[in-house]
Nanobody, 123 residues
Framework: QVQLAESGGGLVQAGGSRRLSCAAS????????MSWFRQVPGKEREFIAG???????YYKDSVQGRFTISRNNAENTVYLQMNSLKPEDTAVYYC?????????????????WGQGTQVTVSS
């Protein structure tokens, strides 16, 4: 069983930056594939960034070059550095983990989810 706890959300002005953290419980953290998703009311949860256990990274096109996913295996933590934020980045951000192989962009691949953290970008 893995428990995830996100932090770092809040209100930020357009053009600003924010770093989200996701702390995971459990062992063998380095073998997990980790990703960030986001969701706004009335829409499906969408993939934002993923980091495979082999350190391969994946990004949604609209955040490529602005967002960076990274991990610290010693601290069981994955991060999402968000720069040049836009109002359309406003959402609840979730981290997710899976030990399974597959399409990291698919929410169905993930076994564990955090509770989410709200990011609001004002114009």
């Amino acid at each position: 069983q893995v428990q995830l706890a996100e932090s770092g959300g809040g209100l930020v002005q357009a053009g600003g930056s924010r770093r989200l953290s996701c702390a995971a419980s459990g062992r063998n953290f380095s073998r997990y594939n980790m990703s960030w998703f986001r969701q706004v009311p009335g829409k499906e949860r969408e993939f934002i960034a993923g980091l495979g256990s082999d350190s391969t990274t994946y990004y949604k096109d609209s955040v490529q070059g602005r967002f960076t996913i990274s991990r610290n295996n010693a601290e069981n933590t994955v991060y999402l550095q968000m720069n040049s934020l836009k109002p359309e980045d406003t959402a609840v951000y979730y981290c997710a983990v899976t030990a399974r192989l597959g399409n990291l962009r698919s929410p169905g691949l993930y076994d564990y989810w955090g509770q989410g953290t709200q990011v609001t970008v004002s114009s």
